[in-house]
């Protein structure tokens, strides 16, 4: 067995293999993304669930949601491989140019036709006026891969920044 100062050559290649050198950019997308900054759109995938979840139970999230209480794991469970097994369901994960989960859009389909989006800016970047470029991104998203749709937004009573941005 190979050693390099004093670890396994295998250890190292392991330990090689979960880094990518871009720490310091993420750290700095974390401190600096701001309003304008492009966001990239990519499919929820089944490793999001714990951080969908998350994001969900946060108390901001949570303040603002129709249904005010904690979600249970169970239930998260449930309602995010429904999520994930159903065509009809676009889900989206938004992440600043170095990776870093930003938010996430979802359009699920009403009875009338339309799609009702919901969506949300991660705790770690909410109040940088991030909100409408992630829904701008999720709907040119959505649009390139489902077409065009009738779409409608939601809002609580009093959540004034998301009403300000459907409107915008």
């Given at each position: 067995?190979?050693?390099?100062?004093?670890?396994?050559c295998d250890?190292?290649?392991?330990?090689?293999?979960?880094?990518?050198?871009?720490?310091?950019?993420?750290?700095?997308?974390?401190?600096?993304?701001?309003?304008?900054?492009?966001?990239?759109?990519?499919?929820?995938?089944?490793?999001?669930?714990?951080?969908?979840?998350?994001?969900?139970?946060?108390?901001?999230?949570?303040s603002q949601?129709?249904?005010?209480?904690?979600i249970s794991?169970?239930?998260?469970?449930?309602?995010?491989?429904?999520?994930?097994?159903?065509?009809?369901?676009?889900?989206?994960?938004?992440?600043?140019?170095?990776?870093?989960?930003?938010?996430?859009?979802?359009?699920?389909?009403?009875?009338?036709?339309?799609?009702?989006?919901?969506?949300?800016?991660?705790?770690?970047?909410?109040?940088?006026?991030?909100?409408?470029?992630?829904?701008?991104?999720?709907?040119?998203?959505?649009?390139?891969?489902?077409?065009?749709?009738?779409?409608?937004?939601?809002?609580?009573?009093?959540?004034?920044?998301?009403?300000?941005?459907?409107?915008?």
């Amino acid at each position: 067995l190979a050693v390099t100062q004093g670890f396994p050559c295998d250890h190292i290649k392991a330990m090689m293999a979960t880094v990518d050198g871009l720490g310091a950019e993420r750290v700095c997308d974390a401190l600096t993304v701001r309003a304008g900054q492009p966001l990239t759109l990519r499919s929820v995938r089944p490793d999001d669930k714990e951080m969908v979840l998350e994001w969900a139970n946060n108390a901001g999230t949570r303040s603002q949601a129709f249904h005010p209480s904690p979600i249970s794991q169970q239930d998260h469970e449930r309602w995010f491989a429904a999520r994930l097994g159903d065509p009809s369901v676009a889900f989206y994960i938004a992440e600043t140019k170095h990776g870093i989960p930003a938010g996430q859009a979802r359009f699920e389909p009403a009875s009338d036709g339309a799609r009702e989006i919901s969506y949300l800016v991660a705790p770690l970047f909410r109040g940088r006026g991030l909100g409408l470029s992630l829904l701008r991104e999720a709907l040119t998203a959505f649009s390139s891969d489902h077409g065009a749709a009738p779409m409608r937004g939601l809002v609580k009573a009093g959540n004034r920044a998301s009403a300000r941005i459907f409107r915008a």
